[in-house]
């Protein structure tokens, strides 16, 4: 089984809301992703947990907190987000730790819309 | 950082077609990924390849390390097929997949 699930699927938000996107995989993966899709571009880096620890920070706008409670699950804690904010939010898991490579799988993703 | 150029940006094709896909990268990769993105955002892993040649029906794919580039071939091509095709590479060791900008396929029936 290579599932990645992500909740919700489509979130609309005021820029004064405070909301979560989760993100599960059941694979025994060490390492998990953040990427954030603009329309018509290609994914972007923006967090990477290796064995539940933050291991990059692409230089993410602090309105943007990600968390890891255990080695199945990501959150990203979301805060006073701004209309260019919206976006395809998409998570993804490999089996490697940090050094190694191995391949990543991806989610269904999170399409979020900042009003 | 790494470059990773994809070519053609869009191609239309007549359902039955063949066609090539082309990726160049930069530098020595660790990591190579061919994903296609399909209407609904879903990037569905199509190969992991950072050298060689691996076949998975109608798909194939060739990575020439030494020379930086790699290409995804689709033969017998149908509507479902679709979609964004991006190529993604690790440069070093790693866990950062950077992509490529994508190849917009339109198959017609």
């Known amino acids: 089984d290579t599932e990645v699930t992500q909740t919700p699927k489509h979130l609309v938000m005021g820029m004064t809301n405070k909301k979560s996107l989760k993100c599960e995989q059941h694979m025994g993966h060490r390492a998990m992703y953040w990427y954030k899709q603009k329309a018509k571009k290609p994914p972007e880096l923006m967090f990477v947990?290796?064995?539940?620890?933050?291991?990059i920070n692409e230089s993410v706008p602090s309105r943007f907190s990600p968390e890891c409670p255990n080695s199945s699950l990501l959150n990203l804690h979301l805060h006073a987000l701004q209309p260019e904010d919206s976006a395809l939010y998409l998570c993804?898991?490999?089996?490697?730790?940090?050094?190694?490579?191995?391949?990543?799988?991806f989610g269904p993703g999170t399409r979020l819309t900042v009003t | 950082g790494i470059q990773v150029e994809q070519s053609p940006p869009d191609l239309i094709l007549q359902e039955g077609a063949n066609s090539t896909l082309r990726c160049n990268f930069s530098?020595?990769?660790?990591?190579l990924q061919w994903f296609h993105q399909n209407p609904w955002g879903q990037l569905i892993n199509l190969f992991y390849i950072p050298s060689g040649t691996k076949q998975n029906g109608r798909l194939s794919a060739t990575t020439v390390a030494t020379e930086r580039y790699s290409l995804l071939y689709i033969s017998s091509s149908q509507t479902t097929d679709s979609g964004v095709y991006f190529c993604a590479v690790v440069m070093g060791y790693g866990n950062k997949l950077v992509f490529g900008a994508g190849t917009i396929l339109r198959v017609k029936s």
């Open positions: 947990y290796s064995y539940e620890k933050l291991s």
């Open positions: 530098d020595s990769v660790n990591n």
């Open positions: 993804a898991s490999s089996p490697a730790p940090s050094g190694r490579v191995y391949e990543q799988y």
